[in-house]
């Protein structure tokens, strides 16, 4: 009996020390200042709150239920509540009243802080009901925006409205990518209008599908990356991408260091008394959706771009391909050039005319990296990469490369085939051995072919990595990679 006194004492003693020790931790945070108290909420904070079924994480919320002191703190504080993510690709389940008491308070609580908001509608996870609801709300706070990211289809869009994004001064980022299931062009309004003319300090701007932006440009000094793939067709009130509207926006953006653009109508831009300096531009974008070579060569007619280093185009097949470039200048200090054509595998060679891809190739004397993605790569492609300049040891197009990728994704014998002999032929003109030197602009170089990968997709061609020549510059250090995997994808 005496033993379990004992044993009881024990426990008690112990139980005791653990509940000082608690009440010691609780009053130590009790006892915290009321600044660093906000610091660690801020920091704690400093994530979205995410409202999404099985996913949510409320913590502004959380710090505000553990006492009377905190709640005064947290809700004093309207930055803690003034960024929030709903839903999300992975969400499936339905929402139901809560989180959208949820996403109201956080609102409520945010008062007139700048606020950041990412929704993502999917049209299956929420009811109309909410989904208008969860836009009307942010569109009426437009006014405090910092940052606006809106993931959605089309058809999530409550009853076919349209919102006007026009009263967005503290906006910084915005990414509005609303996706028609249909992938064709979209007559009705938009299902997002913007216009840029308030935005002054808009940084980065990422509009996709069903978007349409205002007319009125005005200049936006801080706006540093922007990506316009808007597939509407345009009304009287806003714009078509076309030719002309990409050069008025790049001249409304001189800061402007990336940039991503689809064309849907390539007219001719008209020459300019002197160039635009894009200084700051280094990654140029552009899919090139009809039209001809000739719309974009009129555009790069009008710019002098001394930054640029990453040039990407895409282009269908329905683009034309014989032009001559004549004002490809503007590339003469591109380092990295990717080209993809959109081709189907019953079309006929388009990408390597005569004068097309010579001509382009020509503008572009520092270039170390190129990629060529198309159906239509033929031995006409191969003889243009291999060709020397007469009496010189180096190649007439692109001295300096270093990284070549041709890719087809489709095996075709609707092009005629590549021997192994111009695979074999192409790289022993781009290989120099380490201690070759040559001149490219009176500055000595030693230009050579680093990376190969060849994935040709052709009946009947063979693996040449253990074929001569090319066994000996893989032995030197060529990393030379070639895919025989004749299936599509």
């Known amino acids: 009996m005496a033993d379990h006194d004992s044993s009881s004492n024990v426990e008690k003693s112990s139980g005791l020390k653990r509940a000082a020790s608690v009440c010691t931790k609780v009053t130590s945070m009790s006892s915290l200042i009321s600044d660093v108290l906000m610091l660690i909420f801020e920091h704690a904070t400093s994530m979205p709150a995410r409202i999404a079924h099985g996913e949510t994480a409320v ?33 499936k389940e339905p929402t139901d009243e809560r989180f959208i008491v949820l996403w109201d308070l956080y609102l409520s609580r945010s008062k007139q802080a700048p606020f950041s908001a990412k929704l993502f509608l999917d049209g299956r996870s929420d009811s109309v009901q909410t989904r208008q609801h969860l836009l009307d709300s942010i569109f009426s706070e437009q006014h405090r925006l910092q940052s606006l990211i809106v993931v959605a289809s089309k058809e999530a869009i409550p009853g076919g409205k349209s919102y006007l994004l026009d009263s967005a001064p503290k906006l910084q980022n915005l990414d509005l990518d609303i996706w028609n299931n249909e992938f064709l062009p979209v007559l009705s309004n938009a299902s997002v209008t913007v216009d840029l003319s308030g935005m002054r300090s808009l940084r980065n701007i990422y509009l996709n599908g069903d978007v349409s932006v205002m007319h009125e440009l005005y200049t936006l000094d801080s706006l540093r990356a922007s990506m316009l793939h808007i597939i509407g067709a345009g009304t009287p009130q806003t714009i078509t991408m076309s030719t002309s509207y990409l050069f008025a926006f790049l001249r409304s953006a001189p800061r402007i260091t990336n940039a991503e653009y689809t064309i849907n109508d390539a007219d001719i831009a008209l020459p300019t008394a002197k160039h635009l300096v894009m200084s700051d531009l280094q990654k140029l974008v552009i899919r090139l959706n009809t039209g001809s070579f000739e719309a974009l060569d009129s555009l790069l007619r009008n710019l002098d771009l001394p930054s640029l280093d990453t040039f990407e185009l895409e282009f269908s097949i329905e683009t034309v391909q014989t032009w001559r470039w004549r ?9 990295s050039l990717t080209l993809r054509c959109l081709v189907t595998s ?67 014998n609707a092009v005629p085939g590549i021997a192994p002999q111009e695979i074999i032929d192409l790289i022993s003109s781009r290989w120099r051995e380490p201690q070759e030197n040559v001149q490219i602009g009176g500055v000595d170089y030693q230009p050579s072919l680093k990376y190969v990968y060849l994935q040709l997709k052709m009946p009947g061609l063979l693996n040449l990595s253990d074929t001569e020549p090319i066994r000996s510059f893989r032995k030197c250090g060529l990393n030379f990679k070639m895919d025989m995997n004749l299936s599509t994808h």
């Open 59 to 91: 913590d502004a919320l959380k710090y505000s239920q553990v006492c009377k002191r905190w709640r005064t703190l947290a809700i004093a504080k309207p930055s803690l509540w003034a960024s929030i993510d709903w839903g999300g690709a992975s969400v």
């Open 327 to 335: 004002n490809a200048s503007a590339l003469k200090t591109l380092r």
């Open 346 to 412: 019953n079309s006929g060679p388009v990408i390597d005319g005569p004068e097309g891809i010579r001509s382009l190739l020509q503008c572009t004397p520092a270039l170390q990296e190129l990629q060529i993605y198309s159906n239509c790569i033929s031995s006409r492609t191969l003889s243009i990469l291999s060709a020397r300049a007469p009496g010189s040891i180096r190649c007439e197009i692109c001295p300096a490369l270093e990284s070549l990728r041709l890719i087809r994704h489709v095996a075709t």
